[in-house]
T-cell receptor
Framework: DAGVIQSPRHEVTEMGQEVTLRCKPISGHDYLFWYRQTMMRGLELLIYFNNNVPIDDSGMPEDRFSAKMPNASFSTLKIQPSEPRDSAVYFC???????????????FGEGSRLTVL | DAKTTQPTSMDCAEGRAANLPCNHSTISGNEYVYWYRQIHSQGPQYIIHGLKNNETNEMASLIITEDRKSSTLILPHATLRDTAVYYCIVRSGSYNTDKLIFGTGTRLQVFP
């Protein structure tokens, strides 16, 4: 099992440029989450999908951020235009709902470290 | 959404049990308690979760008080590799709107 795969692992870009982060969830998982982590704000949930449908995007900071999940095996998080304050580690996680009411274990990728100059 | 309160940091000697407390006094009847940890610069790692009963797996034990207002994560024999930030999370939302909101967690330092 390859786990959750994120790319790129590191990205350095200049302010104003478009950034696209990619995530391949674990096969068969029906939930996908995007988190952002900074020293100041900790781990923040940006958006999550269930069966490729966005369920809650209340954590998306502003219109510059958008996320898509065109199919069960791929998701993107796009920032356009990027700003220095977007510098963070972006994590993708996937999960499979277990029986009953419990959300299953979230499996996190290794993260994409973004630096906007 | 139920909030959690954890100590900012804790120390534990290698080989001893690490007991990490979490207060979640506003938890509602159908909300689960989850524990994750994050080792430096890695993605968070699931440890365990529970609703009412105590739970145990190969990594840890979770003790939930009878009134469910608090819980304790127990690492029975801490090792240096258990040094990490430990997050106690109460699942937010209704049945079909799951999300896990991470707080600031407890930074556990295991020393030789």
């Amino acid at each position: 099992d390859a786990g959750v795969i994120q790319s790129p692992r590191h990205e350095v870009t200049e302010m104003g440029q478009e950034v696209t982060l990619r995530c391949k969830p674990i096969s068969g998982h029906d939930y996908l989450f995007w988190y952002r982590q900074t020293m100041m704000r900790g781990l923040e949930l940006l958006i999550y999908f269930n069966n490729n449908v966005p369920i809650d995007d209340s954590g998306m900071p502003e219109d510059r951020f958008s996320a898509k999940m065109p199919n069960a095996s791929f998701s993107t998080l796009k920032i356009q235009p990027s700003e220095p304050r977007d510098s963070a580690v972006y994590f993708c996680a996937s999960s499979l709902r277990t029986s009953g009411r419990a959300l299953g274990e979230l499996f996190f990728g290794e993260g994409s470290r973004l630096t906007v100059l | 959404d139920a909030k959690t309160t954890q100590p900012t940091s804790m120390d534990c000697a290698e080989g001893r049990a690490a007991n990490l407390p979490c207060n979640h006094s506003t938890i509602s009847g159908n909300e689960y308690v989850y524990w994750y940890r994050q080792i430096h610069s890695q993605g968070p790692q699931y440890i365990i979760h529970g609703l009412k009963n105590n739970e145990t797996n190969e990594m840890a034990s979770l003790i939930i008080t009878e009134d469910r207002k608090s819980s304790t994560l127990i690492l029975p024999h801490a090792t240096l590799r258990d040094t990490a930030v430990y997050y106690c999370i109460v699942r937010s939302g209704s049945y079909n709107t799951d999300k896990l909101i991470f707080g600031t967690g407890t930074r556990l330092q295991v020393f030789p």
